[in-house]
């Protein structure tokens, strides 16, 4: 086996080197909320996907979530045939221009690459960004309506990654899918979480529009478990099942002294007021949000890195970000590293504060801070920090933003009959269906497993959506033998 | 989604209710629960208290006291208007259990809200005291609705235009310390009211909840900005509230927040002044 591999390498005598994407000058960029890297040119994306090997049996496909058809749309890429590339993406992704994008693809394909071994891997995630960009912007994304309608409603709750991919499999199988949303705006975490100069939300946009020409209707401002409820769902608009997929959008918070003061956010908060409300276009937007001085976030994952960027492109003279472990153990996506490095953002690893100071009028302005060393990795397989008591420390900052992640909005578990559902929130599903504990009731994503990443709840919502598809199927013989 | 105005009655030069038409949130409100609005594309999202409704027309009834740029937006609008966006009924609705003897205590707007749980209490049993107050005469609302579900009425005003001169929890005071016998008491209205009244009802223990409104954002539990220290527990407003036990709420960690953006507050209104016709 190896020997094979290293034989497929030897292929490539004189290696293309892995090709960057052009981007924004940092010290240009972080005066603005525009996207960071440009995306490749089309001959960039050619020499990059002629990079691929073409394995026999692709790893890289193992690695993904999804399953999308890497060697094959690279192929068609490096032919110079996009738009070919970005429906055999489309196949496995309904959301490809978002997962380019976002994918933590240094931990799934990129990672099984076999060009790594020996240099560095294909850029599978740029080129994914690459294809998709170029069929939105060629205008001619291919819509494969379904021509036999099933006559069957299916309710999808959220609109966030789960949903849309739920949502779009199950429109195209011949399903009337009513797309419900909490906020007034669809796209869950990728309109309200994750910031403009990361994900532009003309992307996400023209995703929901995409979804919205196959058939698919959105309803906004719909807190399903408070507007409407589940049974009624069932009952009273005739949905024959249902799938949730409402996220991970409970903060959580530190617990510890002055998390109350004024300036002190949750990141959910920062980042919603940021994105969702365009606070960075205030006053031409209504809603403000406090500028900081000094900003400093606590956690180290791809929403904190989102927020301690944001506050730098707020104005912040400085954005600091505070973690209890070291770089090694941040779970962010090492490109976000490096732009928030890039940016500025200052780093400060094995540190964890123990207190929000405040001043005479209640407003954050400072952190006690412990130092912190790893001891012996915890259940995560990561070292398990232990504060070193002696060496409490103040640091300075007028806005503290708390990204130490998130758990699932109890609301519909609390408000449903006989859905069963974990402390923490989390809706117990069987994790080869999204089957929960009430018929014809289905769940994935952030709301099954606590804040993960975009692309797992897709993956979540297509077995959801299978699941779903098959035990309508059933009932419909049975109805109609 | 796009809600109707259906109605708008002006009450005083800074009051006014709606009538909005948005049929599953009439289906489904309790007192004590709210809806969040929003009235355009650039536009904030601000909670507001439902006072009544009409399950015939599929409408709510919103009270509304202008504070800001968007109630004063929402002011400039008349009945057949627009608004983009209204979500809800979102909170905890109000305990409407048989305590006895119930008062409920409204300041100035809080008198909307106060208003469907005076009713709901009636329903279920009390024997409803109502104590509303207002600055002046002019701004006292809703008080013939409050006399048709309260079992005895007092009011007070400010500058002694119509009922008791002074506060609304001295009535509070002068009722307890008249020997009548309080079972629960509920007051909404502005947090220095609303801690005044669970100072005045502490001495004597009588259970007193309040029903808060924080700056809020999505109004569903994602955000914590609404979030208010209660017994030394952090809880959020628009998921575990609106209400609280009054003796337990943080009324100063709560009233600074509530103050957070007075300064973007004032640029976001002048800045809509000063925009060119």
């Not at chain 1, 170029?134 to 609109?159: C, D, F, M, T, W």
């Not at chain 1, 973690?323 to 690893?349: C, L, Q």
């Not at chain 2, 030394?232 to 953006?261: N, W």
Request: proline share 5%; charged share 25%.
């Amino acid at each position: 086996m190896k020997t094979k591999r290293q034989s497929e390498i030897k292929k490539t005598k004189t290696p293309i080197p892995r090709q960057r994407m052009a981007e924004q000058d940092p010290k240009t960029r972080i005066k603005n909320f525009e996207e960071v890297p440009f995306g490749f040119t089309e001959e960039e994306a050619k020499l990059e996907a002629a990079r691929c090997l073409q394995c026999k049996n692709p790893r890289c496909v193992e690695g993904c979530p999804v399953q999308v058809p890497i060697p094959k749309f690279l192929n068609l890429i490096s032919k110079g045939l996009f738009l070919e590339a970005a429906r055999e993406i489309r196949a496995q992704n309904v959301l490809p221009a978002i997962c380019g994008r976002v994918c933590p693809q240094e931990d799934q394909c990129e990672k099984l690459c076999l060009l790594g071994n020996r240099f560095k891997p294909v850029s599978i995630g740029y080129l994914e960004r690459f294809a998709a960009d170029y069929e939105r912007k060629s205008g001619q994304i291919l819509i494969s309506g379904n021509n036999h309608p099933l006559g069957k409603k299916v309710a999808v709750i959220g609109s966030g990654p789960a949903s849309l991919a739920a949502a779009g499999d199950l429109v195209r199988w011949g399903y009337e899918v009513t797309v419900f949303e909490a906020l007034h705006e669809p796209g869950g975490v990728l309109t309200y979480g994750i910031p403009e100069f990361r994900l532009p939300k003309a992307i996400v946009k023209a995703e929901v529009e995409f979804l919205q020409r196959l058939g698919v209707n959105f309803q906004m401002d719909t807190v399903v478990g408070r507007t409407i409820s589940i049974e009624e769902l069932f009952q009273e608009e005739g949905f024959s099942a249902i799938f949730i997929g409402t996220g991970a959008g409970l903060p959580r918070f530190l617990g510890i002294p002055g998390e109350n003061l004024v300036g002190v956010y949750s990141a959910n908060e920062y980042l919603t007021r940021a994105n969702l409300m365009k606070a960075y276009k205030f006053p031409e937007y209504d809603t403000p949000v406090i500028r900081g001085r000094v900003v400093a976030t606590l956690g180290g994952g791809n929403v904190s890195i989102d927020s301690a960027r944001t506050a730098l492109r707020l104005g912040a003279e400085k954005s600091l970000l505070l973690y209890r472990r070291s770089r090694d153990e941040m779970p962010a996506r090492t490109d976000e590293i490096e732009h928030a490095e890039a940016e500025g953002v200052e780093f400060h690893f094995l540190t964890s504060p123990v207190e929000i100071l405040g001043d005479s009028k209640g407003r954050a302005r400072a952190l006690r801070c412990q130092k912190m060393t790893l001891g012996e990795p915890d259940e995560s397989g990561r070292r398990r920090p232990v504060p070193d008591k002696e060496s409490e420390f103040d640091i300075e900052a007028d806005v503290v933003i708390v990204a130490i992640g998130n758990d699932p909005n109890k609301l519909i578990p609390s408000t449903t009959l006989g859905l069963s559902s974990q402390n923490k929130g989390g809706i117990v599903v069987d994790p080869k269906t999204g089957r929960t504990s009430r018929k014809n009731v289905y769940a994935g994503g952030d709301a099954v497993t606590g804040a993960a990443t975009v692309i797992l709840a897709m993956g979540a919502g297509r077995k959801a959506a299978e699941a779903i598809h098959q035990e309508l199927s059933r009932e419909s013989k049975i109805l109609f033998p | 989604m796009r809600f109707k105005i259906l109605k708008k009655v002006t009450l005083s030069d800074s009051t006014f209710w709606l009538k909005v038409e948005a049929a599953r949130i009439a289906k489904k409100c309790r007192p004590g629960q709210f809806v969040i609005i929003r009235l355009n594309d650039t536009g904030e999202r601000i909670p507001l208290t439902i006072v009544d409704r009409d399950l015939s027309e599929g409408s709510i009834a919103l009270y509304v006291k202008i504070a800001g740029k968007t109630t004063a937006l929402l002011g400039s609008k008349s009945a057949g208007d627009e608004i983009l966006d209204v979500a809800g009924p979102l909170g905890t609705p109000s305990p409407l259990e048989n305590y006895g003897t119930a008062v409920c205590v409204g300041g100035g707007i809080g008198v909307a809200a106060i208003y469907p749980i005076a009713k709901g209490l009636k329903e279920a049993g009390n024997r409803v005291i109502g104590l509303i107050g207002a600055d002046r005469a002019q701004h006292c609302i809703l008080e013939e609705e409050m006399r048709g579900v309260c079992d005895k009425l007092l009011i007070a005003t400010d500058d002694g235009s119509k009922g008791h001169r002074g506060f609304v929890t001295e009535l509070l005071k002068n009722l307890i310390d008249s020997g009548e016998k309080i079972d629960y008491v509920i007051a909404i209205g502005p947090l220095p009211m609303m801690k005044a009244a669970a100072n005045v009802t502490k001495p004597s223990g009588i259970k007193t909840s309040v029903s808060l409104n924080p700056i809020m954002v999505d109004g569903s539990g994602m955000c914590g900005g609404c979030r208010v220290s209660v017994g030394g527990e952090t809880k959020f407003a628009c998921v575990d509230g609106p209400e609280f036990d009054g003796h337990k709420v943080d009324f100063e960690g709560l009233s600074r927040r509530l103050a957070a953006y007075r300064d973007y507050e004032e640029a976001a209104t002048n800045s809509c002044r000063s925009i060119p016709r």
